[in-house]
């Protein structure tokens, strides 16, 4: 089961407390009240794993260790470890209480959500001419605590969409080493499933239905996963009597949910092409001209028609693969401009 919205409770450590001690050997007398240690934070870090959110199923409230109080002899308090939870590359943090998103898109990337308390001073800190032997400390800063809410957006390169049983997790298990379950009936798929193209990530969105976009059926679950993918491979199955209204539908609901998900680039497949006759291939073809876009009949049974697929994912991939050396060069000319001017 994919866990990919889920609510939770985090709170960094309070800060130890300063102390009041005083130095016991003679000539040497002075306070020695050390400072208390910090709290502990808690961090957020890209992970690969997008069943990462699972550790949060049961596990609702996650706490950093207290700073240690001060301590005589100039001692300051332990600071405890901070906490680093692993959450899957693409995980919107929604901190519910300062009312601010963070998004994490890389793995690797780690981001402060709640820091933890400051330790306060002992009363080494408050000596003076007039005052050689101070009672004050500070009591440590509380950590913070916040309600967060983790809403995973799957980040891939390629999403297929379309009703449900339009063939969707068998072109992924035919193009990639995905295991999707496949089967003859409605809402097969009930999580997304991801599969590795070369340098391309495929997403298998689950089907989607008319009143999606306002929670029907699978509903918003599914189609926040749509709003990352950067290209759609849209497919409707050839056993559909009504092809052109199952196009507008999809259509519907993303432009219903975000109206950018329409301005993604889309490529059409007509799937399932082999359980029809030649003739009624045709007339299915003709009918979905009213879309406009070159639709590409497809069947994981035709060897030929899967190489019209694979021929567009190379081009994306190389696309993608052109873009990556170029933000390259120009973060390495960005660092060689840094080293002349330093």
């Known amino acids: 089961m994919l866990i990919d919205d889920v609510t939770i409770k985090i709170q960094a450590g309070n800060g130890g407390d300063g102390k009041v001690a005083f130095q016991r050997i003679k000539m040497s007398l002075g306070p020695t009240g050390g400072t208390g240690g910090a709290g502990g934070s808690i961090y957020f870090e890209g992970?690969?794993?997008?069943?990462?959110l699972r550790q949060f199923r049961f596990k609702k409230d996650v706490r950093a260790e207290n700073g240690g109080i001060g301590r005589p002899q100039f001692v300051d308090g332990k600071t405890p470890d901070d906490i680093v939870l692993k959450v899957p590359v693409g995980t919107v943090i929604h901190?519910?209480?300062a009312g601010t998103d963070t998004e994490i898109v890389k793995i690797g990337e780690r981001v402060l959500i709640a820091k933890g308390g400051r330790g306060g001073r002992g009363n080494f800190h408050f000596r003076g001419p007039k005052n050689t032997s101070p009672k004050e400390f500070e009591k440590g800063k509380p950590g913070e605590k916040f309600n967060v809410r983790l809403e995973l957006?799957?980040?891939?390169?390629?999403?297929?969409?379309?009703?449900?049983?339009?063939?969707?997790?068998?072109?992924?298990?035919?193009?990639t080493r995905a295991n999707a379950k496949v089967a003859n009936y409605p809402f097969t798929t009930l999580e997304p499933n991801l599969g590795a193209y070369y340098d391309l990530i495929l997403a298998d969105i689950p089907g989607l239905i008319e009143g999606a976009s306002v929670g029907k059926g699978l509903g918003?679950?599914?189609?926040?996963?749509?709003?990352?993918?950067?290209?759609?491979?849209?497919?409707?199955?050839?056993?559909?009597?009504?092809?052109?209204?199952?196009?507008?539908?999809?259509?519907?609901?993303l432009g219903t949910y975000n109206k950018t998900l329409l301005?993604?680039?889309?490529?059409?497949?007509?799937?399932?092409?082999?359980?029809?006759?030649?003739?009624?291939?045709?007339?299915?073809?003709?009918?979905?001209?009213?879309?406009?876009k070159e639709i590409i009949p497809i069947s994981i049974a035709d060897d030929e028609s899967l190489k019209k697929v694979k021929a567009i994912l190379n081009e994306i991939a190389d696309e993608k693969r052109a873009k990556g050396k170029k933000e390259l060069e120009i973060l390495e000319e960005a660092r060689k401009q840094k080293e002349e001017s330093e």
């Open 153 to 175: 957006k799957l980040i891939a390169d390629v999403g297929f969409i379309g009703l449900p049983n339009a063939g969707k997790s068998s072109l992924l298990n035919e193009l």
């Open 95 to 97: 901190n519910l209480d």
């Open 47 to 52: 992970v690969s794993d997008l069943s990462a």
């Open 263 to 292: 301005e993604k680039t889309e490529y059409m497949f007509l799937s399932k092409n082999d359980l029809l006759s030649e003739k009624e291939l045709k007339e299915k073809l003709k009918e979905l001209k009213k879309i406009k």
């Open 220 to 253: 918003i679950k599914f189609l926040r996963h749509v709003e990352r993918t950067k290209v759609l491979f849209h497919l409707i199955s050839a056993e559909s009597s009504t092809p052109y209204e199952d196009y507008k539908t999809i259509r519907e609901e």
